[in-house]
């Protein structure tokens, strides 16, 4: 999923709207865009939602961005949720893999009760939103099979620390920041799931949304979350492998192919050895998850 775009899922209009964004997932937020006062209209609203779509063969994956653990909301939203049997649920402000593991077990339960496939309901977990995750980044490893995604995020972050701000003068995130960033791209690689860049919140600043978003790819992260529909485009264009990008990977994997002994390949002049054979076969796979080559090569 290279764009995941947030919708309130209090909004009829906006719910319907966000069908036609052209972003990968979508996530129906019952957390920050709802105060608490509409939780309970808010999970009626998204209900109503899911319940008029029909067949979703042709729809991007839905997710549902419930309320953590500590806000009394959890519980309630599961129920509510779950027997919609969206592609997955997002969680925010955890505090490590433990609380990853109790939420895949509190759905354990209710997808058994809505007749659901066991495991079909997988967790994103926003996973630098407190500073007790932060400390825990190796816990998300194995926390749950359910368990498809790490993103990280800076907001909460920030203020859970204490800091006036999150990003510098020059619009860079400061080393906290930072910091909480990178050990999620290495968690999510532990833990062998996608890594998910966080929100660019200044929708009004296409050039500094592409620029955070090639970093981001530079660095490994495959897809970053959105506020605004019109970030989808941006988004999806910088985390969609290049032409140039899809023909050097299938020469790498070509050379290998050739030499299945070889621990050290020569391509374009350049000595290649096994982990940029990973890169390459994760770049092609990406080509085929963005319809760039058919799924057979």
């Not at 779509?53 to 729809?59: I, Q, T």
């Not at 953590?68 to 959890?74: A, P």
């Not at 939103?129 to 825990?136: D, K, N, S, Y």
Request: glycine share 8%.
């Amino acid at each position: 999923m290279r764009s995941l775009l947030f919708v309130p899922g209090d909004s009829e209009r906006k719910l319907e709207k966000s069908l036609g964004t052209g972003a990968d997932a979508l996530i129906v937020d019952l957390e920050d865009s709802v105060v608490p006062s509409a939780k309970a209209a808010a999970r009626e609203t998204t209900a109503a939602f899911f319940a008029g779509l029909g067949d979703r063969g042709a729809l991007p994956p839905l997710y549902i961005r419930i309320n953590d653990l500590t806000s009394g909301f959890t519980e309630a939203d599961l129920d509510a949720v779950v027997p919609l049997a969206p592609q997955g649920l997002m969680l925010p402000k955890v505090r490590g893999g433990g609380d990853v593991a109790t939420v895949a077990e509190l759905v354990d339960g209710r997808e058994r009760a809505a007749g659901l496939a066991p495991g079909s309901v997988s967790l994103l977990a926003i996973a630098t939103e407190t500073p007790q995750a932060v400390l825990r980044m190796a816990s998300f490893e194995g926390a749950s099979p359910r368990l498809k995604g790490l993103a990280w995020g800076g907001e909460d972050l920030a203020t859970a620390v204490g800091a006036s701000t999150n990003r510098d003068d020059t619009g860079a995130y400061t080393p906290p920041m930072q910091l909480a960033r990178n050990l999620c791209l290495i968690a999510a690689a532990a833990a062998d799931v996608q890594a998910v860049d966080n929100v660019f919140t200044d929708f009004r600043d296409p050039e500094g949304l592409e620029r955070e978003a090639r970093e981001a790819a530079r660095d490994g992260f495959t897809g970053k979350m959105a506020i605004h529909p019109n970030q989808v485009e941006t988004i999806n264009a910088v985390f969609t492998p290049t032409e140039a990008d899809v023909a050097h990977a299938q020469e790498v994997v070509a050379a290998f192919e050739a030499a299945p002994e070889a621990g050290v390949v020569s391509v374009d002049g350049r000595m290649l050895d096994r982990p940029h054979l990973a890169m390459a076969e994760r770049t092609l796979a990406r080509a085929r998850l963005a319809g760039l080559i058919p799924a057979s090569r």
